[in-house]
Each structure stands twice: as C-alpha cells, then as structure tokens.
C-alpha cells in the first residue's frame, strides 16, 4: 500500500491532500473576510463551517487535528517527491512541524486549563507577538508555498520524457 502511494497513486493521493489544504485555505480566507472586509469581531468571524457549527472553530482539538493531518500528509506523500520538488516539500514539512507543535502546545494549555504567559486564553508562542487570525494566516501562507512550488516541479519532471 505505501508503495503504491508513493508510486503509481503518489498523483491521486498528492490531489486529494491539495483538495484538503485548499478546503481549509478557504475557511481562513473566509474568516479574514469576515474581519476585514466585513468588520465583524473576531470571535463571530468563524469562517464558512464555523457558521452553522460554531463549537468547531472554537474546538482546539479540530485544529490540532488538523495540523497533525497535514503533518501526517507531508511526512507519507514525501517518498514520492524527487529533486528539487523534493527539497520544496521538506521545507514545508519542517515549517509545518513547528506549527503542529504550536497547535499541540495550544491543545494541551485547552486541556489543563494553564495557560502561556498567564493569558485568559490558549496561546502559542509566536501569539504572544502576533495575534492569532494573522499568524495563522502566516503559517498557513508559510507552509503552503513550498508545496505549490513542490507540486509544480513535480508536476513538471512527470511531464518531461525521459
């Protein structure tokens, strides 16, 4: 099975994670929308899915979930990559590994009810000097460029005879 994924079905697989990051771009993108573009407060900018199901933006745990899908998604799809494709990739995985574990230190603060610097709230540690709709919009941004770049060098190597 992890052959094939990396192999023959490395393509399908690659889109169906893209399907994913893309889907969750939105969200943000939507909620920056809400803020900037319609004022709305922080807390009611909860994104298309926070709309009807606000318990979801609201819920550390979706969010580490899926930070550790991405993570999961850099780490399995990686072996399929080549070159410099591959180079883009590793670079959005390690960008994305300290943001798991941004997302992993907001969860356990969600858990145990303590909390960083004495905050009323879950906070990471580059939070304390960017608020959070922002940073996330920046990690998002961060992690997501090199894999375009990635995909598109793949892209292109697969369109390339030999």
């Known amino acids: 099975m992890w052959a094939a994924l990396n192999g023959r079905r490395h393509g399908t697989a690659l889109w169906w994670f893209m399907v994913v990051v893309i889907a ?28 009807p199901f606000p318990w979801l933006v609201h819920s550390e745990w979706l969010h580490y979930g ?45 858990l145990t009810g303590h909390h960083l610097a004495g905050r009323p709230v879950p906070t990471s540690l580059v939070q304390l000097l960017v608020p959070r709709v922002e940073l996330h919009l920046f990690y998002n941004a961060v992690v997501f460029v090199p894999m375009v770049v990635a995909v598109v060098l793949r892209r292109r190597s697969a369109l390339v005879p030999a």
Request: net charge positive.
């Open 24 to 51: 969750h771009w939105a969200e943000h993108l939507a909620q920056a929308y809400q803020i900037y573009v319609l004022g709305w407060p922080v807390h009611h900018a909860l994104g298309v899915l926070g709309m």
């Open 66 to 110: 899926y930070a550790l899908v991405m993570l999961a998604g850099l780490v399995l799809l990686r072996p399929g990559m080549t070159g410099r494709a591959r180079t883009w990739w590793t670079v959005a995985l390690w960008i994305q590994v300290w943001h798991h574990f941004e997302h992993l230190l907001l969860l356990l603060q969600a």
